[in-house]
């Protein structure tokens, strides 16, 4: 239940929303005059609200608000964006910039398999493991750093193909497949529906101007906040290959347990690219930036819609990149047929590719890809970027895509290697090594190219986790043995239901940690889940 002094928050905030991004459609788009000093005077004025604005753009902006804030305040991690990040890249990459992107990861229709779909950079990415992180979690799991509940293996081979499939304005989405923990039940996002009686395909089609008004949800302001603060230290050097540093795993694993910045922009339909079916594609978004974030509706909400700590980063740090390739746009529009009169809040689509950045600097219109690689000059006045954007497939139709986009060998290269490390896991587990530790074995294997290989190189893992188990349940026995107050028929139960907590956790352990940390870690988790049972170890 919404209270008084917050509703009338939230509907100042629509009422700004309304003003802005009916701003952007009738000064960019109905009237047709173009980017000028002018007209970017006019569209300030509408924004601080001297524009009348149709009770549509009201409506929309209403259900876009709320549907904004029960993902934020409901923690719905399953509608924030996925990052993606390689192990191992180029020596020339110059910054984060240049290897992190953004996505939506779904599941296949193939057992412990996922999808990520989203932003890619062949250029600077390098053969060897990725790591995808989602809602403070890396694949689904706790905010410990140490926990690995998935993940995936790209090779050079792979990256070369995916690069012949890219186009730099229009397209820079891969379609990704990825291991998961056997048995996890993950949760896809939630997709754009108008109706319960439309599917997404039917709602996208339906969207029409002037009212169409999503939202891009990026992780943009804080990747830019870090791509600055770890400039000189985001990799290192190890046997002539470059690594990404272990604090840059740790500082997104982080981020991605916040909720995103919304950014309002306005969705345009008819984009047609000559290499890519059409099917695939949305249309364009605009996102202005004045003097950013000052004018966004969404700035300074008092924690309503997003966390606070945004309120304290610089004005350059909102300025988008490349690292926003990927991000998620969200839509929810007013449907007096539903009982909230809301459509179903969720991704529209993705931003495939930046296609321009029209700016004002010095007083100079100009357009120039290179700089979305900087923050603006200090004369930046204002300016607007022109993004690509991609429907979302689900397990259902992900062939059309992947076809459509040119991916199909890079494709099955990729999910060779993932079926080819689960085939090892079940080896290791019908020669009868722990099914948790047989996982979490192979997840630490560099390169999965065929199981033979991927057994042979999980065995030092292997060894090492199994000297891990023994001891942790030889502690954690002790403590329940040393327990007076226990019966004895009381302690075989808390051993038996210890080992089996014990068991379930050997999957999320990290085997490259050291054994001292993976066995602090197990010890604190098998004590804590001891404690909630009333026995202090």
């Avoid at 629509?14 to 173009?34: D, F, R, W």
């Avoid at 990040?85 to 953004?102: A, E, K, W």
């Avoid at 950045?357 to 100009?366: K, Y």
Wanted: hydrophobic share 35%; with cysteine.
């Amino acid at each position: 239940m919404l209270m008084a002094q917050e509703l009338q928050e939230l509907e100042e905030i629509t009422s700004q929303s309304a003003n802005y991004e009916y701003g952007i459609y009738y000064y960019y788009i109905e009237k047709g005059e173009g980017a000028n000093d002018d007209t970017m005077e006019q569209f300030t004025l509408a924004v601080r609200g001297g524009l009348r604005v149709p009770q549509e753009y009201e409506q929309d902006a209403r259900c876009q608000v709320l549907g904004n804030r029960r993902a934020f305040k409901d923690n719905m991690f399953w509608l924030y964006p996925a990052m993606i990040v390689p192990d191992r890249m180029g020596s020339d990459t110059g910054s984060l910039v240049n290897i992190v992107r953004q996505g939506v990861v779904i599941r296949s229709n193939e057992e412990g398999v996922l999808w990520f779909i989203g932003g890619c950079a062949p250029r600077y990415w390098r053969s060897g493991k990725y790591y995808i992180f989602q809602g403070g979690t890396q694949l689904g799991y706790s905010t410990s750093n140490i926990k690995v509940g998935g993940g995936t293996r790209i090779n050079a081979k792979a990256l070369e193909k995916y690069a012949v499939s890219l186009n730099e304005n229009y397209m820079q989405i891969c379609i990704i497949p990825v291991l998961l923990k056997p048995n996890l039940q993950w949760k896809d996002p939630t997709y754009y529906t108008l109706t319960s009686n439309t599917n997404y395909q039917e709602s996208v089609n339906q969207l029409v101007l002037p009212s169409a008004i999503p939202q891009l949800l990026t992780y943009q302001p804080k990747l830019n906040d870090l791509a600055i603060y770890q400039i000189n230290n985001f990799k290192y050097t190890k046997e002539g290959h470059t690594y990404l540093s272990k604090s840059v795993s740790t500082h997104l694993i982080e981020l991605s347990s916040k909720f995103p910045y919304p950014y309002p922009g306005l969705y345009t339909a008819g984009l047609v690219s000559p290499n890519y079916p059409s099917q695939l594609f949305l249309g364009l978004m605009r996102v202005v930036v004045i003097n950013f974030p000052k004018f966004s509706p969404f700035y300074s909400t008092k924690n309503l819609l997003y966390p606070d700590f945004y309120n304290f980063l610089a004005s350059p740090s909102f300025m988008l990149n490349d690292m926003s390739i990927g991000s998620v746009l969200y839509l929810g529009k007013y449907s007096p047929s539903n009982p909230d009169m809301c459509s179903n809040y969720g991704v529209l689509g993705l931003v495939s590719g930046i296609t321009s950045f029209v700016v004002n600097i010095g007083g100079q219109i100009i357009s120039d890809r290179g700089l979305l690689s900087q923050p603006p000059p200090d004369d930046f006045k204002w300016g607007f970027y022109i993004l690509a954007v991609m429907k979302v497939p689900d397990a259902s139709n992900i062939d059309g895509f992947i076809d459509g986009l040119g991916q199909r060998e890079a494709v099955n290269i990729v999910l060779g290697s993932v079926r080819s490390a689960r085939r090892a896991v079940g080896s290791l587990v019908a020669s009868g090594v722990l099914a948790g530790i047989a996982f979490a074995a192979v997840m630490a294997v560099e390169d999965w190219e065929s199981e033979e290989q991927i057994v042979s190189d999980s065995k030092k893992y292997v060894e090492k986790l199994n000297r891990v188990y023994n001891e942790v349940l030889n502690f954690i026995n002790s403590c329940i043995e040393s327990q007076p107050n226990l019966t004895r028929n009381e302690k075989i139960m808390y051993a038996q239901q210890v080992q089996e907590y014990l068991n379930g956790l050997m999957y999320d352990v990290d085997a490259e940690e050291s054994e001292d940390d993976i066995i602090s870690f197990l010890e604190d988790e098998l004590s804590l889940y001891l404690e909630n049972q009333g026995i202090s170890c």
